[in-house]
Nanobody, 119 residues
Framework: QVQLVESGGGLVQPGGSLRLSCAAS????????MGWYRQAPGKQRELVAS???????TYEDSVKGRFTISRDNAKNTVYLQMNSLKPEDTAVYYC?????????????WGQGTQVTVSS
């Protein structure tokens, strides 16, 4: 079992920056692929960025060059550094942990943190 707690959301002006953190409890954090998703009002939840246990990262096209995902396995924490924020980045951001073990997918979600980009 993995519990995820996000923090770092808030209100920021266009062009500003925020860093989201996701602290995980439970064991074997390093074995999980971690991801940040977001969901804007009236839209489906979408994957923003992910980082595998080995460190490989992927990004949704609209955030490439602006967002950076990283992880600190010693602290059981994954981060999302968001720069050059735009109003369209406004959404609830969710942390996700996934692991495929013996053919079964284990997936866990945080409660979400609101990010609002507005002047």
């Amino acid at each position: 079992q993995v519990q995820l707690v996000e923090s770092g959301g808030g209100l920021v002006q266009p062009g500003g920056s925020l860093r989201l953190s996701c602290a995980a409890s439970g064991n074997i954090f390093g074995a999980y692929a971690m991801g940040w998703y977001r969901q804007a009002p009236g839209k489906q939840r979408e994957l923003v960025a992910s980082i595998r246990s080995g460190g490989k990262t992927t990004y949704e096209d609209s955030v490439k060059g602006r967002f950076t995902i990283s992880r600190d396995n010693a602290k059981n924490t994954v981060y999302l550094q968001m720069n050059s924020l735009k109003p369209e980045d406004t959404a609830v951001y969710y942390c996700n942990a996934e692991r495929l073990l013996l053919g079964k997918l284990y997936a866990y979600w945080g409660q979400g943190t609101q990010v609002t980009v507005s002047s």
